[in-house]
């Protein structure tokens, strides 16, 4: 980004999504399976479960999950086409789905790392 581009772009709302929509479950299992970790039980819990568990465990210091999370797995996070807000090519930046920068970052924590792979391809 050019530093005359850097003035036009300060202060402004940016929606950053790649083309592809995911579930928070398909998310979770890509990480994991790239990963290669044990999958772990991931649940669909209806809200009428999920916001009673979230108002108790909010109770407790450094909760892990609060109620208002819940809230927000609940609801689709989709990129609106209207909205007047910067994007990705506004940047210079090709929108991409999450596969490749997903698998790029994410194999390093994979157990035995990418030397794994090379023994397996021996």
């Known amino acids: 980004m050019q530093s ?3 003035e036009l772009t300060h202060g402004q709302t940016y929606d950053l999504a790649g083309p592809e929509e995911y579930t928070h479950r398909e998310v979770v299992e890509y990480v ?4 290669r970790a044990l ?4 649940m669909n819990v209806s809200p009428a479960v999920a916001d009673p568990i979230g108002d108790f465990i909010g ?3 450094n909760p892990l999950i609060v109620r208002d999370r819940f809230r927000r797995m609940q609801s689709d996070v989709v990129l609106d086409e209207m909205a ?3 994007r990705l090519h506004h940047l210079g930046i090709e929108a991409t789905s999450m596969e490749l920068p997903g698998f790029t970052f994410l194999h ?3 157990t035995g790392s990418h030397f794994l792979d090379i023994a397996e391809k021996q």
Request: net charge negative.
């Open 32 to 35: 994991f399976e790239t990963i």
């Open 84 to 86: 007047p807000t910067m």
């Open 59 to 61: 109770v407790f210091p």
């Open 108 to 110: 390093r924590y994979r």
């Open 39 to 42: 999958q772990p039980d991931v």
């Open 4 to 6: 005359d581009d850097a």
